[in-house]
């Protein structure tokens, strides 16, 4: 999805956006029921980290990540993890779950009481790192991707993974901003 077209997102009802690059991760199950879906967690990712553009963090969400092609690959490659969204430097948007099921993004992690926020939440990748600005062109799809899950979902909150999981993960780091999402 380009950046022209960011507007136009739209989530039906098996929790699959439109128009996006779909990429089915094995790393989902049922969300437990009854599931409300009320939260986004936003993330950062980059892979080999710092470096954008490659299939890494595809590879990533699909168990194909090859140990051997980077030493920190080999510290990762057992994980089972996915997200619902990834947004690349580009502002191209790609699916892994639908949002009607759990993805694996969160980990051990709590939200004003509520422990498990892989169960009421949607995950959201941004590429990136939490030692430089985001690209403006993911801020708009950023946006426009909230604004179609609220469309559907009953979005209470809009959170960083740092925000679940404080002391554990820092992300989408002090770059992020904040601001430039409603």
């Known amino acids: 999805m380009s950046q022209t077209s960011a507007s136009a997102i739209h989530i039906d009802s098996a929790g699959l956006a439109s128009p996006v690059q779909y990429i089915l991760s094995p790393n989902q199950d049922e969300r437990p029921q009854p599931a409300e879906v009320d939260m986004i967690v936003i993330h950062n ?17 699909t168990n194909q990540l090859d140990p051997q092609e980077h030493p920190y690959y080999a510290e990762i490659a057992h994980l089972k993890v996915s997200s619902h969204f990834l947004i690349r430097r580009t502002g191209e948007l790609l699916q892994f779950v639908s949002c009607n099921q759990r993805a694996w993004h969160a980990g051990l992690s709590q939200w004003q009481g509520r422990e ?7 995950g959201i990748e941004l590429e990136g790192s939490d030692i430089e600005v985001f690209e403006d062109v993911q801020y708009i799809t950023l946006q426009a991707l909230i604004n179609a899950l609220r469309q559907r979902y009953a979005i209470r909150h809009i959170v960083g993974h740092s925000d679940i999981a404080p002391g554990r993960k820092t992300d989408p780091g002090p770059f992020f901003d904040w601001q430039r999402i409603t």
């Open 45 to 61: 990712i980059s892979l080999p980290p710092d470096h954008y553009g490659g299939p890494g963090i595809m590879q990533l969400f």
């Open 116 to 122: 498990r926020c892989n169960d009421f939440s949607i």
